[in-house]
Protein backbone atom coordinates (compact mmCIF):
# COMPACT_ATOMS: atom_id res chain seq x y z
CA UNK A 1 0.00 0.00 0.00
CA UNK A 2 0.96 3.69 -0.60
CA UNK A 3 3.05 5.14 1.88
CA UNK A 4 0.91 7.50 3.74
CA UNK A 5 -2.04 4.78 3.78
CA UNK A 6 -2.39 2.90 6.69
CA UNK A 7 -4.38 -1.00 7.67
CA UNK A 8 -7.76 1.65 8.99
CA UNK A 9 -7.53 3.08 5.31
CA UNK A 10 -7.39 -0.22 3.89
CA UNK A 11 -10.30 -1.83 6.06
CA UNK A 12 -12.70 1.56 5.88
CA UNK A 13 -12.66 1.82 2.27
CA UNK A 14 -13.44 -2.20 2.06
CA UNK A 15 -16.59 -1.63 4.49
CA UNK A 16 -17.88 1.03 2.56
CA UNK A 17 -19.39 -1.10 -0.39
CA UNK A 18 -22.01 -1.92 1.82
CA UNK A 19 -22.62 0.94 4.68
CA UNK A 20 -26.02 -0.80 6.16
CA UNK A 21 -24.16 -3.71 6.92
CA UNK A 22 -23.55 -4.65 10.65
CA UNK A 23 -20.11 -4.99 11.59
CA UNK A 24 -19.39 -5.00 15.32
CA UNK A 25 -21.53 -6.83 17.50
CA UNK A 26 -21.18 -6.12 21.64
CA UNK A 27 -23.77 -6.85 24.58
CA UNK A 28 -27.13 -5.00 23.34
CA UNK A 29 -25.43 -2.43 20.75
CA UNK A 30 -24.11 -2.81 17.03
CA UNK A 31 -22.36 -0.17 14.26
CA UNK A 32 -22.97 -0.29 10.39
CA UNK A 33 -20.35 0.30 8.35
CA UNK A 34 -21.56 3.81 7.98
CA UNK A 35 -21.73 4.31 11.53
CA UNK A 36 -17.88 2.66 12.35
CA UNK A 37 -17.14 4.99 9.27
CA UNK A 38 -18.37 8.55 10.71
CA UNK A 39 -16.95 7.21 14.47
CA UNK A 40 -13.65 6.68 13.27
CA UNK A 41 -13.31 9.56 11.00
CA UNK A 42 -14.83 12.50 13.35
CA UNK A 43 -12.60 11.42 16.62
CA UNK A 44 -9.62 10.90 14.30
CA UNK A 45 -10.42 14.49 12.90
CA UNK A 46 -11.37 15.78 16.33
CA UNK A 47 -7.71 14.10 17.99
CA UNK A 48 -5.54 15.81 14.99
CA UNK A 49 -7.06 18.96 15.11
CA UNK A 50 -6.43 18.84 19.06
CA UNK A 51 -3.01 17.82 18.49
CA UNK A 52 -2.37 21.23 16.10
CA UNK A 53 -2.14 19.26 13.26
CA UNK A 54 1.33 17.36 14.28
CA UNK A 55 1.89 13.91 12.09
CA UNK A 56 2.10 10.97 14.62
CA UNK A 57 3.09 12.61 17.32
CA UNK A 58 0.75 12.00 19.58
CA UNK A 59 0.57 8.89 21.94
CA UNK A 60 -3.00 7.56 22.90
CA UNK A 61 -3.22 5.26 25.93
CA UNK A 62 -7.04 2.92 25.66
CA UNK A 63 -8.79 2.65 28.87
CA UNK A 64 -11.54 0.75 28.16
CA UNK A 65 -13.94 -2.16 28.37
CA UNK A 66 -11.61 -4.43 25.80
CA UNK A 67 -14.37 -6.31 23.88
CA UNK A 68 -16.52 -3.30 23.51
CA UNK A 69 -16.75 -1.05 19.75
CA UNK A 70 -15.26 1.88 20.97
CA UNK A 71 -12.09 -0.27 21.91
CA UNK A 72 -11.21 -0.63 18.00
CA UNK A 73 -12.68 3.04 17.45
CA UNK A 74 -10.62 4.48 19.05
CA UNK A 75 -7.44 3.01 18.46
CA UNK A 76 -8.62 3.03 14.56
CA UNK A 77 -8.96 6.69 14.88
CA UNK A 78 -5.96 7.54 16.56
CA UNK A 79 -3.64 4.86 13.93
CA UNK A 80 -5.48 6.73 11.19
CA UNK A 81 -3.80 9.90 11.93
CA UNK A 82 -0.37 8.33 12.98
CA UNK A 83 -1.11 8.18 16.94
CA UNK A 84 0.79 5.33 18.84
CA UNK A 85 -1.73 3.59 20.69
CA UNK A 86 -1.16 1.62 24.43
CA UNK A 87 -3.44 -0.74 25.24
CA UNK A 88 -3.83 0.22 29.12
CA UNK A 89 -6.81 -2.46 30.50
CA UNK A 90 -5.01 -5.97 30.58
CA UNK A 91 -1.88 -7.52 30.38
CA UNK A 92 -3.59 -10.97 29.84
CA UNK A 93 -4.16 -12.30 25.95
CA UNK A 94 -6.62 -14.57 27.09
CA UNK A 95 -9.38 -13.11 29.39
CA UNK A 96 -10.39 -9.35 28.85
CA UNK A 97 -11.47 -9.03 32.45
CA UNK A 98 -8.32 -9.60 33.91
CA UNK A 99 -7.18 -5.89 34.53
CA UNK A 100 -4.25 -4.19 35.69
CA UNK A 101 -3.88 -2.62 38.95
CA UNK A 102 -4.00 1.19 38.90
CA UNK A 103 -0.11 1.66 39.58
CA UNK A 104 0.78 -0.91 36.90
CA UNK A 105 -1.27 1.78 34.39
CA UNK A 106 0.44 4.93 35.84
CA UNK A 107 3.78 3.26 34.87
CA UNK A 108 2.75 2.65 31.38
CA UNK A 109 1.10 6.10 30.65
CA UNK A 110 4.81 7.32 32.24
CA UNK A 111 6.85 4.34 30.67
CA UNK A 112 5.04 5.15 27.01
CA UNK A 113 4.90 9.25 27.22
CA UNK A 114 1.05 8.68 26.92
CA UNK A 115 -0.17 12.31 25.67
CA UNK A 116 -3.83 11.29 25.63
CA UNK A 117 -6.16 9.17 27.75
CA UNK A 118 -9.11 7.47 26.00
CA UNK A 119 -11.97 6.21 28.09
CA UNK A 120 -14.99 5.41 28.42
CA UNK A 121 -18.07 5.80 30.96
CA UNK A 122 -17.08 2.49 32.98
CA UNK A 123 -13.37 3.90 33.15
CA UNK A 124 -13.61 7.14 33.14
CA UNK A 125 -13.18 7.46 37.36
CA UNK A 126 -10.13 5.85 37.33
CA UNK A 127 -8.61 7.60 34.28
CA UNK A 128 -9.27 11.01 36.34
CA UNK A 129 -7.25 9.55 39.09
CA UNK A 130 -4.66 8.42 36.98
CA UNK A 131 -4.75 12.05 35.61
CA UNK A 132 -3.79 13.44 38.84
CA UNK A 133 -1.19 11.19 40.13
CA UNK A 134 0.48 11.26 36.64
CA UNK A 135 1.85 14.74 37.47
CA UNK A 136 2.29 15.40 33.79
CA UNK A 137 -0.35 16.90 30.85
CA UNK A 138 -2.76 14.04 29.92
CA UNK A 139 -6.20 14.77 27.55
CA UNK A 140 -8.75 12.94 28.38
CA UNK A 141 -11.06 12.03 25.59
CA UNK A 142 -14.26 9.73 24.54
CA UNK A 143 -16.52 8.67 22.20
CA UNK A 144 -19.09 10.73 23.77
CA UNK A 145 -19.69 13.69 26.62
CA UNK A 146 -18.36 12.24 29.68
CA UNK A 147 -17.79 15.55 31.34
CA UNK A 148 -16.03 19.27 30.68
CA UNK A 149 -12.90 17.55 31.88
CA UNK A 150 -13.02 15.17 28.51
CA UNK A 151 -12.74 15.91 25.42
CA UNK A 152 -15.43 14.25 22.95
CA UNK A 153 -14.41 12.88 20.35
CA UNK A 154 -17.43 12.94 17.93
CA UNK A 155 -17.69 16.22 17.92
CA UNK A 156 -14.77 16.26 15.25
CA UNK A 157 -16.11 16.51 11.27
CA UNK A 158 -15.76 13.20 9.42
CA UNK A 159 -15.44 14.98 6.51
CA UNK A 160 -12.66 17.73 7.19
CA UNK A 161 -10.09 15.01 7.43
CA UNK A 162 -7.87 13.94 4.84
CA UNK A 163 -5.87 10.92 5.53
CA UNK A 164 -3.40 11.15 2.98
CA UNK A 165 -2.25 14.57 3.73
CA UNK A 166 -1.29 12.93 6.93
CA UNK A 167 2.93 11.78 6.90
CA UNK A 168 2.90 8.52 8.71
CA UNK A 169 6.84 7.08 8.95
CA UNK A 170 6.15 3.30 8.96
CA UNK A 171 8.82 2.84 11.11
CA UNK A 172 6.72 4.69 13.68
CA UNK A 173 4.89 2.68 16.81
CA UNK A 174 1.48 1.94 15.65
CA UNK A 175 0.29 -0.02 18.33
CA UNK A 176 2.30 -0.76 21.90
CA UNK A 177 0.58 -4.06 23.90
CA UNK A 178 1.75 -4.76 27.07
CA UNK A 179 1.88 -8.48 28.34
CA UNK A 180 3.43 -9.92 31.32
CA UNK A 181 5.55 -12.80 29.71
CA UNK A 182 7.33 -15.47 31.86
CA UNK A 183 8.64 -12.76 34.95
CA UNK A 184 5.45 -11.31 35.69
CA UNK A 185 6.37 -8.05 35.14
CA UNK A 186 4.80 -6.44 32.48
CA UNK A 187 6.91 -5.48 29.01
CA UNK A 188 5.90 -2.93 26.65
CA UNK A 189 6.01 -4.45 22.86
CA UNK A 190 6.02 -2.13 20.20
CA UNK A 191 4.82 -2.83 16.46
CA UNK A 192 5.37 -0.44 14.40
CA UNK A 193 3.13 0.60 11.01
CA UNK A 194 5.13 -1.42 8.58
CA UNK A 195 4.17 -4.54 10.88
CA UNK A 196 0.49 -3.63 11.03
CA UNK A 197 0.06 -2.44 7.79
CA UNK A 198 1.54 -5.70 6.18
CA UNK A 199 -0.80 -8.07 8.21
CA UNK A 200 -4.12 -6.40 6.78
CA UNK A 201 -3.22 -8.29 3.39
CA UNK A 202 -3.39 -11.27 4.83
CA UNK A 203 -7.80 -10.26 5.13
CA UNK A 204 -7.60 -8.33 1.85
CA UNK A 205 -6.65 -11.44 0.10
CA UNK A 206 -8.43 -13.93 1.88
CA UNK A 207 -11.11 -14.32 -0.74
CA UNK A 208 -14.29 -14.83 1.76
CA UNK A 209 -16.01 -13.12 4.37
CA UNK A 210 -16.01 -14.39 8.18
CA UNK A 211 -18.06 -13.83 11.18
CA UNK A 212 -15.75 -13.50 13.37
CA UNK A 213 -16.62 -14.26 17.65
CA UNK A 214 -13.76 -12.58 19.72
CA UNK A 215 -14.00 -13.76 23.35
CA UNK A 216 -10.27 -12.95 23.67
CA UNK A 217 -9.21 -9.25 24.44
CA UNK A 218 -8.93 -7.25 21.55
CA UNK A 219 -5.76 -5.39 23.17
CA UNK A 220 -3.99 -8.39 22.11
CA UNK A 221 -3.69 -11.16 18.78
CA UNK A 222 -7.85 -10.94 18.87
CA UNK A 223 -7.53 -7.02 17.86
CA UNK A 224 -5.16 -8.00 14.76
CA UNK A 225 -7.56 -11.39 13.51
CA UNK A 226 -10.54 -8.82 14.29
CA UNK A 227 -8.75 -6.15 11.67
CA UNK A 228 -8.58 -8.96 9.16
CA UNK A 229 -12.03 -9.99 9.72
CA UNK A 230 -13.36 -6.50 8.59
CA UNK A 231 -10.74 -6.65 5.55
CA UNK A 232 -12.01 -9.46 4.33
CA UNK A 233 -15.60 -8.16 3.93
CA UNK A 234 -16.86 -9.95 7.43
CA UNK A 235 -18.02 -8.93 10.44
CA UNK A 236 -17.48 -9.08 14.64
CA UNK A 237 -18.74 -10.45 17.10
CA UNK A 238 -17.57 -9.08 20.42
CA UNK A 239 -17.90 -11.24 24.28
CA UNK A 240 -16.89 -10.46 27.30
CA UNK A 241 -15.09 -13.17 27.84
CA UNK A 242 -14.95 -17.03 27.22
CA UNK A 243 -17.73 -19.40 28.57
CA UNK A 244 -18.23 -22.48 26.43
CA UNK A 245 -21.94 -22.60 26.39
CA UNK A 246 -22.08 -19.30 25.93
CA UNK A 247 -19.32 -19.20 22.58
CA UNK A 248 -21.35 -22.43 21.46
CA UNK A 249 -24.87 -20.49 21.38
CA UNK A 250 -23.52 -17.26 19.61
CA UNK A 251 -22.20 -20.09 16.38
CA UNK A 252 -25.59 -20.53 16.34
CA UNK A 253 -27.08 -17.18 16.56
CA UNK A 254 -24.93 -15.20 14.12
CA UNK A 255 -23.47 -17.80 11.95
CA UNK A 256 -20.27 -17.46 13.17
CA UNK A 257 -17.33 -18.87 10.68
CA UNK A 258 -14.03 -18.04 12.38
CA UNK A 259 -13.02 -17.99 16.23
CA UNK A 260 -9.60 -17.41 18.30
CA UNK A 261 -9.16 -19.82 21.27
CA UNK A 262 -6.34 -21.32 23.58
CA UNK A 263 -6.08 -24.60 23.56
CA UNK A 264 -7.58 -24.96 27.07
CA UNK A 265 -10.03 -23.29 25.62
CA UNK A 266 -10.66 -25.81 23.05
CA UNK A 267 -10.93 -28.38 25.09
CA UNK A 268 -13.61 -26.91 27.44
CA UNK A 269 -15.35 -26.14 23.87
CA UNK A 270 -15.20 -29.87 22.44
CA UNK A 271 -16.63 -31.56 26.08
CA UNK A 272 -19.21 -29.23 26.29
CA UNK A 273 -22.03 -31.24 26.61
CA UNK A 274 -24.21 -28.87 24.16
CA UNK A 275 -21.23 -29.36 22.04
CA UNK A 276 -23.29 -32.35 20.10
CA UNK A 277 -26.64 -30.69 19.88
CA UNK A 278 -24.76 -27.24 18.23
CA UNK A 279 -25.30 -26.47 14.63
CA UNK A 280 -21.46 -26.10 13.61
CA UNK A 281 -21.77 -26.29 10.03
CA UNK A 282 -20.79 -22.89 9.21
CA UNK A 283 -17.72 -23.32 11.28
CA UNK A 284 -14.59 -22.72 8.27
CA UNK A 285 -11.97 -21.61 10.58
CA UNK A 286 -11.48 -22.65 14.41
CA UNK A 287 -8.02 -21.56 15.22
CA UNK A 288 -5.86 -21.93 18.65
CA UNK A 289 -3.06 -20.41 19.61
CA UNK A 290 -0.78 -19.29 22.79
CA UNK A 291 0.58 -22.81 23.87
CA UNK A 292 1.73 -25.92 22.11
CA UNK A 293 -1.65 -28.52 22.03
CA UNK A 294 -1.66 -32.59 22.70
CA UNK A 295 -2.02 -34.45 19.55
CA UNK A 296 -4.34 -36.71 21.13
CA UNK A 297 -6.98 -34.02 22.27
CA UNK A 298 -6.54 -32.34 18.58
CA UNK A 299 -7.59 -35.40 17.19
CA UNK A 300 -10.61 -35.42 19.25
CA UNK A 301 -11.29 -32.03 18.30
CA UNK A 302 -10.95 -32.91 14.61
CA UNK A 303 -14.04 -35.42 14.88
CA UNK A 304 -15.95 -32.65 16.40
CA UNK A 305 -15.58 -30.27 14.35
CA UNK A 306 -14.36 -31.51 11.18
CA UNK A 307 -11.11 -30.14 8.96
CA UNK A 308 -11.71 -26.46 10.38
CA UNK A 309 -9.13 -26.64 12.57
CA UNK A 310 -5.73 -24.04 12.74
CA UNK A 311 -2.90 -24.53 14.86
CA UNK A 312 -0.89 -20.60 14.50
CA UNK A 313 2.30 -20.88 16.40
CA UNK A 314 3.27 -17.18 17.37
CA UNK A 315 4.86 -15.28 20.35
CA UNK A 316 4.39 -11.77 21.55
CA UNK A 317 7.57 -10.05 20.18
CA UNK A 318 7.90 -12.68 17.09
CA UNK A 319 4.25 -12.56 15.60
CA UNK A 320 3.14 -15.39 13.27
CA UNK A 321 5.85 -17.88 13.08
CA UNK A 322 4.30 -20.88 11.55
CA UNK A 323 1.00 -22.69 10.78
CA UNK A 324 -0.64 -26.32 10.78
CA UNK A 325 -3.77 -26.02 8.22
CA UNK A 326 -6.88 -27.93 8.56
CA UNK A 327 -5.80 -30.58 5.86
CA UNK A 328 -2.86 -31.28 7.65
CA UNK A 329 -4.39 -31.77 10.76
CA UNK A 330 -6.05 -35.23 9.75
CA UNK A 331 -2.63 -36.85 9.56
CA UNK A 332 -1.47 -37.72 13.10
CA UNK A 333 1.94 -37.66 12.84
CA UNK A 334 1.53 -33.61 11.86
CA UNK A 335 -0.50 -32.64 14.35
CA UNK A 336 2.57 -33.23 17.33
CA UNK A 337 4.08 -30.42 14.93
CA UNK A 338 3.07 -26.54 15.21
CA UNK A 339 3.39 -26.49 11.44
CA UNK A 340 5.71 -25.20 8.25
CA UNK A 341 7.16 -21.98 8.73
CA UNK A 342 7.39 -19.36 5.88
CA UNK A 343 10.71 -20.58 4.00
CA UNK A 344 13.24 -17.64 5.49
CA UNK A 345 11.33 -17.06 8.78
CA UNK A 346 13.11 -19.55 11.07
CA UNK A 347 16.41 -20.65 12.27
CA UNK A 348 17.20 -22.96 15.04
CA UNK A 349 20.24 -21.98 17.00
CA UNK A 350 22.41 -23.53 19.63
CA UNK A 351 20.97 -21.58 23.17
CA UNK A 352 24.98 -21.40 24.12
CA UNK A 353 26.87 -20.62 21.47
CA UNK A 354 24.50 -19.27 18.78
CA UNK A 355 25.17 -21.74 16.01
CA UNK A 356 22.74 -22.44 13.29
CA UNK A 357 21.72 -26.35 14.11
CA UNK A 358 21.10 -29.20 11.48
CA UNK A 359 17.39 -30.43 10.62
CA UNK A 360 16.63 -32.47 13.54
CA UNK A 361 18.55 -30.69 16.53
CA UNK A 362 16.70 -29.07 19.03
CA UNK A 363 18.35 -25.43 19.74
CA UNK A 364 16.21 -22.09 20.05
CA UNK A 365 13.38 -20.88 17.66
CA UNK A 366 14.31 -17.50 16.26
CA UNK A 367 11.73 -15.50 13.70
CA UNK A 368 12.73 -12.92 11.03
CA UNK A 369 9.78 -11.67 9.26
CA UNK A 370 7.26 -8.49 8.57
CA UNK A 371 5.60 -9.69 11.99
CA UNK A 372 8.32 -9.20 14.45
CA UNK A 373 8.54 -6.40 17.33
CA UNK A 374 10.35 -3.17 16.53
CA UNK A 375 11.41 -2.84 20.04
CA UNK A 376 10.60 -2.83 23.98
CA UNK A 377 9.25 0.12 25.17
CA UNK A 378 11.98 2.20 26.82
CA UNK A 379 14.08 -1.22 27.35
CA UNK A 380 17.06 -0.83 24.88
CA UNK A 381 19.49 -3.33 26.40
CA UNK A 382 16.14 -5.58 26.49
CA UNK A 383 16.20 -5.09 23.03
CA UNK A 384 19.07 -5.73 21.75
CA UNK A 385 19.36 -8.96 23.76
CA UNK A 386 16.06 -10.16 21.90
CA UNK A 387 16.41 -9.05 18.62
CA UNK A 388 19.65 -9.66 16.96
CA UNK A 389 20.94 -9.04 13.93
CA UNK A 390 16.72 -8.40 12.87
CA UNK A 391 16.35 -12.03 14.43
CA UNK A 392 14.31 -12.40 17.76
CA UNK A 393 15.16 -15.20 20.02
CA UNK A 394 11.83 -16.49 21.07
CA UNK A 395 13.53 -18.30 24.38
CA UNK A 396 11.37 -21.62 22.72
CA UNK A 397 13.03 -24.61 21.87
CA UNK A 398 12.09 -26.38 19.30
CA UNK A 399 13.70 -28.49 16.23
CA UNK A 400 12.88 -28.51 12.10
CA UNK A 401 12.47 -31.81 10.56
CA UNK A 402 13.55 -33.40 7.66
CA UNK A 403 9.99 -32.01 5.93
CA UNK A 404 10.21 -28.75 7.48
CA UNK A 405 7.84 -28.54 10.17
CA UNK A 406 8.76 -27.22 13.35
CA UNK A 407 8.63 -29.35 16.81
CA UNK A 408 8.13 -27.64 19.59
CA UNK A 409 9.90 -28.66 22.96
CA UNK A 410 9.15 -26.20 25.89
CA UNK A 411 11.11 -23.52 27.09
CA UNK A 412 14.71 -22.85 27.35
CA UNK A 413 14.35 -22.26 31.49
CA UNK A 414 11.83 -25.05 31.68
CA UNK A 415 14.52 -27.93 30.30
CA UNK A 416 14.85 -30.22 33.79
CA UNK A 417 17.88 -31.80 34.42
CA UNK A 418 16.91 -34.88 36.91
CA UNK A 419 17.55 -39.08 36.29
CA UNK A 420 20.79 -37.75 34.95
CA UNK A 421 19.24 -36.58 31.57
CA UNK A 422 17.53 -33.53 30.22
CA UNK A 423 14.05 -33.70 30.30
CA UNK A 424 11.50 -31.41 28.04
CA UNK A 425 8.42 -30.70 29.59
CA UNK A 426 6.37 -30.77 26.75
CA UNK A 427 7.34 -34.59 25.79
CA UNK A 428 6.22 -35.81 29.12
CA UNK A 429 3.01 -33.44 28.47
CA UNK A 430 1.84 -34.83 25.56
CA UNK A 431 2.77 -38.39 27.06
CA UNK A 432 -0.01 -37.52 29.58
CA UNK A 433 -2.42 -36.18 27.48
CA UNK A 434 -2.64 -39.38 25.59
CA UNK A 435 -4.19 -40.80 28.18
CA UNK A 436 -7.82 -41.35 27.70
CA UNK A 437 -8.29 -39.77 31.27
CA UNK A 438 -6.11 -37.33 31.55
CA UNK A 439 -7.72 -33.74 29.57
CA UNK A 440 -4.84 -31.11 30.47
CA UNK A 441 -1.19 -31.54 31.82
CA UNK A 442 1.49 -29.51 33.08
CA UNK A 443 5.05 -30.75 33.60
CA UNK A 444 7.43 -28.83 35.61
CA UNK A 445 10.77 -28.21 37.98
CA UNK A 446 10.39 -28.29 41.68
CA UNK A 447 13.93 -27.69 43.10
CA UNK A 448 14.66 -29.16 46.95
CA UNK A 449 16.55 -27.18 49.78
CA UNK A 450 20.06 -28.69 47.34
CA UNK A 451 18.79 -26.99 44.55
CA UNK A 452 18.17 -30.65 43.21
CA UNK A 453 16.08 -30.41 39.94
CA UNK A 454 12.88 -33.08 40.25
CA UNK A 455 10.02 -33.26 38.12
CA UNK A 456 6.32 -32.88 39.02
CA UNK A 457 3.22 -32.66 37.20
CA UNK A 458 -0.17 -31.57 37.27
CA UNK A 459 -3.25 -33.24 35.39
CA UNK A 460 -6.90 -32.49 35.56
CA UNK A 461 -9.15 -35.59 34.43
CA UNK A 462 -12.30 -36.11 32.73
CA UNK A 463 -15.04 -35.91 35.70
CA UNK A 464 -16.20 -39.57 34.88
CA UNK A 465 -13.15 -41.42 35.29
CA UNK A 466 -11.00 -41.50 38.37
CA UNK A 467 -7.09 -42.37 37.25
CA UNK A 468 -4.56 -42.17 40.15
CA UNK A 469 -1.51 -41.29 40.14
CA UNK A 470 0.13 -44.76 40.25
CA UNK A 471 -1.81 -45.38 36.78
CA UNK A 472 -0.82 -42.42 35.23
CA UNK A 473 3.19 -42.87 36.33
CA UNK A 474 2.94 -46.29 34.97
CA UNK A 475 1.48 -44.88 31.43
CA UNK A 476 4.65 -42.57 31.48
CA UNK A 477 6.70 -45.45 32.37
CA UNK A 478 5.27 -47.40 29.08
CA UNK A 479 5.14 -44.50 26.89
CA UNK A 480 8.51 -42.66 27.44
CA UNK A 481 10.73 -44.35 30.08
CA UNK A 482 11.37 -44.38 33.48
CA UNK A 483 13.17 -41.76 34.07
CA UNK A 484 10.69 -39.99 32.85
CA UNK A 485 8.15 -40.79 35.58
CA UNK A 486 7.37 -37.77 37.99
CA UNK A 487 8.53 -37.51 41.27
CA UNK A 488 4.92 -36.87 42.07
CA UNK A 489 1.51 -36.32 40.36
CA UNK A 490 -0.71 -33.93 41.77
CA UNK A 491 -4.47 -34.42 40.50
CA UNK A 492 -5.95 -30.72 40.51
CA UNK A 493 -9.52 -29.92 39.04
CA UNK A 494 -8.20 -27.36 37.17
CA UNK A 495 -4.71 -25.67 35.88
CA UNK A 496 -3.99 -21.97 36.79
CA UNK A 497 -3.00 -20.09 33.81
CA UNK A 498 -0.61 -17.54 32.84
CA UNK A 499 -2.02 -14.02 31.27
CA UNK A 500 -1.30 -15.73 27.42
CA UNK A 501 -3.52 -19.05 28.62
CA UNK A 502 -0.43 -21.17 29.10
CA UNK A 503 -0.58 -23.60 32.86
CA UNK A 504 1.28 -21.11 35.13
CA UNK A 505 3.95 -23.60 36.03
CA UNK A 506 5.66 -21.26 38.43
CA UNK A 507 2.58 -20.81 40.63
CA UNK A 508 2.12 -24.94 40.45
CA UNK A 509 5.65 -24.94 41.58
CA UNK A 510 5.28 -22.75 45.06
CA UNK A 511 2.14 -24.69 45.46
CA UNK A 512 4.13 -27.98 45.25
CA UNK A 513 7.46 -27.14 47.40
CA UNK A 514 4.83 -26.14 50.37
Known amino acids: MPSNETYVSQILQVISAEPDKVLLSWRDKTLTAAELTTLVRSAAQALHQHAGGTDGGAVVAVLTVTNTGPTL ?110 TGEPKGIAFDFRARNGFISAGLQMGWRSVYLACLPLSHSSGATADDSLASGGSVVLRDGFDPGDVLRCVERYGITRMLLSPPQLYLLMDHPEVGSTDLSRLQMVTYVGSPASPERLGEAVKVFGEVLIQVYATSEAGFVSMLSPAEHLDPRLRATVGRPIPGWVRITDPDDHRDLPPGETGEVRVRSPFTMSAYVAEPELTARTVQDGWVRTGDLGLVDDDGYLHLRGRIGEVIKTNGIKIHPVTVENAFLAHPDVIQAAAFCVRDRDRIEHLHAAVVLREANTAGPGELAEHIRATLSPKHVPARIHVRRALPLTGVGKPDKARLAVEASG
Open 73 to 182: VLRYAANLVGATVVHLHTTNAVDPADHLAADAKLKILRQTGATYLAVDEENVAAARELRERLGTPLTLVALGDLGPDVLDLTAGDPDALDPDAVGIGPDRPAVVTYTSGT
